[in-house]
C-alpha cells in the first residue's frame, strides 16, 4: 500500500520568512512523489514534483522541495513567503508501474501567510 | 475549453435520489480520475480510468457508486440513493497518460453535491 502523511493541518508563517511544509511518505520501491496547491474556489494546481535525479526540485511560484530517501520525506519550502501563497497545499505519491496507479494524497496542511 | 471541466458546479439534492455528475477531460489525455473531497479533508480516491484498460474501481466506497467512460473522452459519475455522508466535492482529473512518467494531473473545479 502507498501512503502519505501531512504531519500539519496548519502552518503559520509571518510574510517574508522562509516556510515549510512537511510530508513524509509510506511506499516499498521509489515512489514519484507531487506537490499541489488548492487556492480558495479554485480546483487543484500542480506545483512540482520528483521523479528521479536531483533531490532538490523547483516548481512554480518560487516553490522547491527535497527528497529525502533516507527519512521518506518531500517538504516543500520557499525562501521567502508572500501573502498570496496562503492555500490548501496538498503532497502526494505514486508507484510507477505497479500499484494503484492514481496519485494517493495526503491530507493536506493549511498554509497561512501573515502579513 | 482548454482545461477540465466539470458539471454541475453545485448540485443540491434530497435524501435518497440519484444523482450524474459529468467530468470532461483535456483532450488527447488517456487517463482520468474521480476524487473526493470532504469538508475540510483531504482528497480520497474514488476511480482511475486508463486508455481500454480495465477502470481501477478500488476506491468506490459501496456499490452506491458507479462511473463510466466514453472511449477516452466524457466520464460520468453516478450516486444512486443519496445519503448525508456523500456530500463532497467531487473532483475530476486527467492526465496525458497514466504511466510510469509521472505526468501531472489537471482538475477540474469540482462538483460540490449537498445531499439534505
Known amino acids: 500500500a502507498q501512503s502519505v502523511a501531512q504531519p500539519e493541518d496548519q502552518v503559520n508563517v509571518a510574510e517574508g520568512n522562509p516556510l515549510t511544509v512537511k510530508c513524509t511518505y509510506s511506499v516499498s520501491g521509489n515512489p514519484y512523489l507531487f506537490w499541489y496547491v488548492q487556492y480558495p474556489n479554485r480546483g487543484l494546481q500542480f506545483l512540482l514534483k520528483?521523479?528521479?535525479?536531483?533531490?532538490l526540485v523547483k516548481g512554480s511560484y518560487g516553490f522547491e522541495a527535497e527528497f529525502n530517501k533516507s527519512q521518506t520525506s518531500f517538504h516543500l519550502k520557499k525562501p521567502s513567503a508572500l501573502v498570496s501563497d496562503s492555500a490548501l497545499y496538498f503532497c502526494a505519491v505514486r508507484l510507477p508501474y505497479t500499484g494503484r496507479r492514481a496519485l494517493t494524497f495526503g491530507s493536506g496542511t493549511r498554509l497561512q501567510v501573515q502579513p | 475549453g482548454a482545461g477540465v471541466s466539470q458539471s454541475p458546479s453545485n448540485k443540491v439534492t434530497e435524501k435518497g435520489k440519484d444523482v450524474e455528475l459529468r467530468c470532461d477531460p483535456i483532450s488527447g489525455h488517456t487517463a482520468l480520475y474521480w476524487y473526493r473531497q470532504r469538508l475540510g479533508q483531504g482528497l480520497e480516491f474514488l476511480i482511475y480510468f486508463q486508455g481500454n484498460s480495465a477502470p481501477d474501481k478500488s476506491g468506490l466506497p459501496s456499490d452506491r457508486f458507479s462511473a463510466e467512460r466514453t472511449g477516452e473522452s466524457v466520464s460520468t459519475l453516478t450516486i444512486q440513493r443519496t445519503q448525508q455522508e456523500d456530500s463532497a466535492v467531487y473532483l475530476c482529473a486527467s492526465s496525458l497518460n497514466g504511466g510510469g512518467d509521472g505526468g501531472e494531473l489537471f482538475f477540474g473545479e469540482g462538483s460540490r453535491l449537498t445531499v439534505l
Open positions: 520528483y521523479i528521479t535525479g536531483d533531490n
